[in-house]
């Protein structure tokens, strides 16, 4: 009986901590999956009430958000029997998705196999991992991106775990050649025993603040560097978070103040500041301090005076009467500035203030106050005075004219004599932007890219504008300008410089207007040409067909006179044959003449030409003409251009061809095609030769150097050449000796 009660006590303990357990527990028949039972936290967990879910499946109720999840979950359950920590994503009864981790064991109760399911909502711990993820992202970024030199030291042996970007550009050092090693290591104190106090406070103290210290550079530069640690936790390891700040310019600037300071301090110990006091009756009863007048001016001269019983070269007895007045007014005064002679010559400033003295009935007692010698400032201003005034003469007596503009861009100042002249007053635009000046030649684009330029606060020059006066005169300007910036670098506006350029762009718009005309003279001189050039085709046509019809009459003439004189004395004979090479001269400079006029209407046809093998082509037609003659070629291999390859064999022909000619008489000749080193092509023999003072002439037509009886020709040869050669935007010249052989050189434009 005792043991009943103790398993029924059991029971209802475990149906208790089943019931009001925290975590969400069901019983799930293993066979099928079906909710056999589930407590409260269940209910409260997932939206189920306790009788709506049992008897239904995990399935059916879609408590699994993923079914990924489930299966992976069902595949361990079948394996192990248990499942411990399986985190996945559940589903509330609304449809809220949420972070679980679900734990499984598989039981054996009343003989039928039985699966314990707990489930814990790990939504919060899950959001807290993600924020700790991103705030160790952000800590990370930060510590990257830092604008201040930020080191994470290993505290136990003062290692570098990691440096950031500004370290590297702070030190030289690569953050790869820091990490795993120690300041001491790399170098870094100026004085390393500072270091080993530094160690041994930061060990005692935890933490760091404003410690000063010399840091050597990678490159050998000392800067002074302020450094500041805490100690942090990192995986578990104590670790030191460095900050250091570069304070060599603050040092160098505290050096500075500090002998500012000690110059200010000589300053007021050696200035012209003095004190003053004055009676009732305004006479001068006191005067202290470091002061010029001591000296120019003795107390005894000055005690017992009035201020204006003292020489002073600026104050008219209308100035006195004033000052008087506020004097017996009882008012106080500032900064009353008289320039008074000294004994020993030329003049000091001095500004005055004081105020009115009242015993403690309210009696008036005098006065009392400071002065100051501001002659260096009085220069300063005057000088300051003659420089705006040597400026604005400047501005006015040149063609340009200085402007401002504020922040907003908008004219705070211009002057320029021009600008009048231009019927513009100067300030007639101040307080507006240059856009909203009615520019003729401006649209809304080429404004938007000058607004562009100024908000980048970019220099800008020769901005060309067009605007019309108010008495309807059209003028060009052009305007540069350059940003300008305060003393803590805030952008305050622009300062510039205009310029009227009126005459040169009306002389430019003349020009084009000249260059229209010149080409419009050009095109109708072109026409003209095509004309003369139809009209020389004609008269070639007319040479070609009315010149030669007389030849062959002559020729047909020739031979019926040799038929009828079968046997013609020596005299007849010899009228003969000179009739007939007269004529047949004459048929070779009209088919000359007509070359040579066609060669400048032919139209190029350009291709890569090997002019090595049209070379020896022509010298094999040359050889075949005359076996007999013994003649060495040498004719360069390689030798190309871009060219029509038609025009070229005609120049290659006629200087080959007078090569050939002019060496006949040699009963061995050389004739070379060649390149110079210079990047001629070249043509040499060795032959008669010519005059060089004839060499300019060689390229006219119909102007040959030998007679006829020695060596044939109409001299049209080479003027084709040098006009074939033009075309192509070549050149041709001649060089040679009598009896010394000739060279001929040409060139030809690269492809």
Known sequence: MKDDDLLRRSQELLDKLFRNSPAAIALVRLGDGVLLDLNDAYERMFGWQRREAIGQSAEALRVWANAGDRARFLELMAAKGRVADFESQARRRNGEIFDSLVSSEAIEVAGERIVLVIVLDISARKRAERALSASEERFGKMFREAPETMTLVRAADATYLDVNREFEKQTGFARQEVVGRTSFDLGLWHVPQEREAMLRRLHESGRLSNLEFVLRR??????????????????????????????????????????????????????ADFYWEQDEQLRFVERVGHTWE???????????????????????????????????????????????????????????????????????RGYRGVGSDVTERKRAERALRESEQRFRALVDLSSDWYWATDAEHRFTFREGEILRRMGIPPEADYGIRRWEMGFLNMDEQAWARHRAALDRRAEFRDLLLERRSPDGRVHWATISGRPQYDAEGHFVGYHGTGRDVTRQVLAE?????????????????????????????????????????????????????????????????????????????????????????????????????????LARLVAKELATGAPERRVEWRITEGLAAHADAGLMRVVLENLLGNAWKYTRRKPRATIEFARTPAGEFMVRDDGAGFDPKFAKSLFQPFRRLHAAQEFEGSGVGLATVRRILERHGGSVRAEGAVDAGATFHFTLPPA
């Open 218 to 271: 990678r490159d050998g530069a000392l800067r002074g560097v302020q450094l500041n640690c805490v100690t942090i936790e990192v995986a578990g390891e104590a670790c030191w978070l460095f900050i250091l700040r570069d304070i060599t310019e603050r040092k160098r600037a505290e050096a500075a103040l500090r002998e500012s300071e000690q110059r200010f301090r000589v300053l007021s110990e050696l200035s």
């Open 509 to 613: 718009q003349h020009l084009r207007q000249l260059n229209e005309a010149l080409e419009q003279k050009v095109a109708a001189r072109t026409a003209d040409l095509d004309a003369a050039n139809r009209e020389l085709e004609a008269f070639s046509y007319s040479v070609s067909h009315d010149l030669r019809a007389p030849l062959r009459q002559i020729d047909g003439f020739l031979r019926l006179l040799s038929k009828e004189i079968p046997q013609p004395g020596e005299k007849a004979a010899h009228y003969l044959d000179t009739i007939t090479s007269a004529a047949q001269r004459m048929s070779q400079l009209i088919e000359d003449l007509l070359g040579f006029s066609r060669i400048g209407r032919a139209e190029l046809k350009k291709r890569d030409v090997d002019l090595s093998a």
């Open 294 to 364: 001591r000296h120019s001016y003795p107390a005894a001269d000055v005690i017992g005076k009035t201020r204006w019983e003292l020489s002073a070269l600026n104050m008219s007895e209308e100035d006195w009467q004033r000052h008087r007045a506020d004097l017996e007014a009882r008012r106080e005064f500032r900064n009353l500035e008289v320039e008074r002679p000294l004994p020993s010559g030329g003049t000091r400033w001095i500004s005055t203030s004081g105020r009115p003295i009242f015993d403690a009935e309210g009696r008036f």
